[in-house]
């Protein structure tokens, strides 16, 4: 049988079990369960170390499980159609009947969606008779994984299978639009805000969260190596990894590149390992050049300010 598929079929085996399987996604990679199931759901809290109120991101194939989960309206199917499957999750008004665990929303009348593009984990979704709750597979706080490697460093052998999709393309998690109201954007992420404004022909509305949270994961240190971090430097010292966006004629060893031509969907997709690589070469300080605050580059400094508690 074809490798990829027999994966499939053990992904398959563990999720009916109840169990937590990592999964690829193009955004960073998930710990997804059955979203149906309670108990499922409870092993990704617990195994993320993630408290209870911080609501789950529910992943579908496609319309036809979701449309007894949420109530679809226009700005969704215009999105849909537009960015889907993608990098987008949408917060939407969650139905009455819906199957999925009050422990995914937190007894929230809000669902979060998302349709990933990974080739595997969409083969997977279609042969499941459930969506997949999966928020990014790191312990709460620590870095986002972008490839296999990523998630046994974060987990060992605690979950029960891995599905290896290879390094994610996008490497950052979604932008999130709630779509219960007006539109407006919660997080930051794999789609540029310029082209959803496009898409709905306004300017859409960019809420970061303040005191009162409306997305609970989007706290201080959510994205954190672990170690402190100063933006829009220009030298470094030579035991401070210093990360830059675009490739200096005179390299140095605690240099770290984001891109070579300052590409900035390039320097999103190495974000995170390069984070990993600093806290794994045990630098105790970052520095980071000064980033353009347009397109990926917004997404990219909100992480990197959050990282530094900013
Ligand atoms: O790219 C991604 O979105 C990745 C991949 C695995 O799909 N997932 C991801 O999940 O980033 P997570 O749990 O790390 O982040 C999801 C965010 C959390 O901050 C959570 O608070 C928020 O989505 N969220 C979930 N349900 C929500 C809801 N009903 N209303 C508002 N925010 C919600
Ligand atoms: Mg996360």
Redesign the pocket.
């Known amino acids: 049988m074809n490798n990829n598929l027999a994966n499939i079929k053990k992904s398959i085996f563990f999720l009916n079990k109840k169990e937590c399987v990592a999964i690829p996604?193009e955004?960073?990679?998930?710990l997804a369960a059955n979203a149906y199931s309670g108990k499922a759901v409870r092993k990704i809290y617990s195994l993320k170390k993630r408290p209870r109120n911080?609501?789950?991101?529910v992943?579908y194939y496609g319309l036809n499980l979701l449309k007894n989960d949420c109530e679809l309206n226009k700005n969704f199917f215009i999105l849909y159609k537009k960015f889907c499957p993608g990098?987008i999750?949408f917060?939407l008004k969650l139905k009455k009947e819906s199957l999925i665990s009050r422990i995914v929303?937190n007894n929230?009348k809000?669902?979060?969606v998302?349709f990933?593009k990974n080739k595997l984990s969409r083969k997977l979704l279609k042969l499941l008779k459930y969506p997949l709750a999966?928020?990014?597979a790191n312990i709460t706080t620590k870095i986002?994984p972008v490839s296999k490697e990523d998630v046994k460093e974060e987990f060992g052998n605690k979950i029960k299978f891995i599905l290896n999709g290879g390094r994610s393309k996008i490497g950052l998690?979604?932008t999130?639009i709630?779509l219960v109201d007006k539109p407006k954007i919660?997080?930051l992420?794999?789609i540029e805000r310029a082209r959803i404004n496009k898409a709905l022909n306004k300017n859409i509305r960019y809420e970061k969260a303040k005191k009162k949270i409306?997305?609970?994961?989007?706290t201080k240190l959510h994205y954190s190596p672990g170690i402190p971090i100063k933006l829009n430097t220009k030298k470094s010292k030579s035991n401070e990894a210093f990360i830059l966006i675009k490739k200096r004629k005179k390299s140095c060893k605690n240099y770290f590149y984001l891109s070579k031509t300052k590409n900035l969907r390039q320097a999103a997709k190495n974000l995170y390992k390069i984070l990993r690589e600093i806290k794994n070469k045990n630098y105790k300080n970052i520095v980071v050049e000064k980033i353009p605050n347009i397109g990926f580059g917004e997404t990219i400094n909100d992480r990197l300010k959050r990282a530094s508690g900013k």
């Open positions: 996604t955004t960073v990679y998930g911080n609501p789950l991101i992943h990098p999750t917060v929303t929230k809000s669902l979060a998302r990933p999966a928020p990014s986002s998690e979604s999130i709630s919660l997080r992420g794999g409306t997305v609970p994961g989007q």
